[in-house]
């Protein structure tokens, strides 16, 4: 039995503008390092063994921040393109509206394409030696990855990610 706990990213600049970020870059904002930082310190007692973060620069900059807090060697953590954000395509950097389709966004990673990138991060965390895990990533990949541990939590279910937060899943 793993205990697998995830992060969304702190607060980033394009969220403060409320603009779809995906996998376009965007810094974590003051509010963002101190959403991370507090993370840290909620997690000191978690006994973290290990720490996966996406490449992208605002929950890698997260994972940084939470590595220091809490003794963990920041050249230890591991980026993986795996958790990385799912791309919108040309919503990239336009105004967030819940109910957009972004299938039907001609060059936006399909939802499918999503689900199954999740599924293979979770079966690339089951071939990992560590009982804690803390995976750094986003808002959409954590809902995939929700959406695979979690029966009565679909995909779509409404509930959002806060930035920072940190939830823990029971893998077997």
């Known amino acids: 039995m793993t205990h697998l706990y995830f992060v969304r990213h702190g607060l980033s600049q394009l969220n403060t503008e409320k ?3 995906g996998t376009t870059q965007t810094p974590l904002t003051k509010t963002g390092k101190e959403q991370a930082k507090s993370t840290g310190k909620d ?5 973290i063994e290990h720490i996966i973060s996406s490449p992208l620069s605002r929950a890698y900059d997260t994972a940084k921040i939470i590595a220091k807090e809490i003794g963990f060697p920041i050249n230890k953590i591991e980026v993986n393109p795996l958790f990385i954000e799912r791309h919108f395509g040309s919503m990239e950097g336009q105004p967030y509206t819940p109910d957009v389709n972004y299938d039907g966004i001609a060059d ?3 939802k ?3 689900l199954a990138r999740a599924h293979l991060a979770i ?3 089951h071939t990992l030696p560590y009982k804690k895990i803390l995976v750094v990533s986003h808002g959409a990949t954590g809902r995939a990855l929700r959406h695979h541990l979690v029966a009565d939590k679909p995909f779509d279910y409404p509930e959002r990610f806060a930035n920072a937060e940190l939830v823990e899943w029971i893998i077997t």
């Open 123 to 125: 079966k690339y965390l």
């Open 108 to 110: 936006a990673e399909k």
């Open 43 to 47: 997690a000191q007692n978690l006994g």
């Open 112 to 114: 499918e394409v999503f």
């Open 19 to 21: 603009r779809v970020a």
